[in-house]
């Protein structure tokens, strides 16, 4: 059974880091491309970053290019997303999901499944 749980979010001041972990289980992260997603209050989910499981490309969206990097360790069987800079706009609950393809300019496509995600919440 494919489980995905998020974790190391909180809060954080304009400006901050904080380092989101999507910890798999039930498939290794060589099975499917990882992306992570954000909803923040009153919007509509949006893609963040993702991963391609096989060459390693990545894609982020326009808003956090430059600020966030996405990583993932094999031997852990998790996925990071290292953000940095953060802005009171980034304030999101944050989730991380499986998908069938990665594109770099596009985003993760084919998503199937959802971990419960973790709340940033970025305020001073």
């Known amino acids: 059974q494919v489980q995905l749980v998020e974790s190391g979010g909180g809060l954080v001041q304009p400006g901050g880091s904080l380092r989101l972990s999507c910890a798999a289980s039930?498939?290794?992260?060589?099975?499917?491309?990882i992306g992570w997603f954000r909803q923040a209050p009153g919007k509509e989910r949006e893609g963040v970053s993702c991963?391609?499981?096989?060459?390693?490309?990545?894609y982020y969206a326009d808003s956090v290019k430059g600020r966030f990097t996405i990583s993932g360790d094999n031997a852990k069987n998790t996925v990071y997303l290292q953000m940095n800079s953060l802005e009171p706009e980034d304030t999101a609950v944050y989730y991380c999901?499986?998908?069938?393809?990665?594109?770099?300019?596009?985003?993760?496509?084919?998503?199937?499944?959802w971990g419960k995600g973790t709340l940033v919440t970025v305020s001073s």
């Open positions: 999901a499986t998908g069938l393809f990665c594109s770099s300019w596009r985003g993760l496509t084919g998503v199937d499944d």
């Open positions: 039930g498939f290794t992260l060589g099975s499917y491309d």
């Open positions: 991963i391609h499981r096989r060459d390693g490309s990545t």
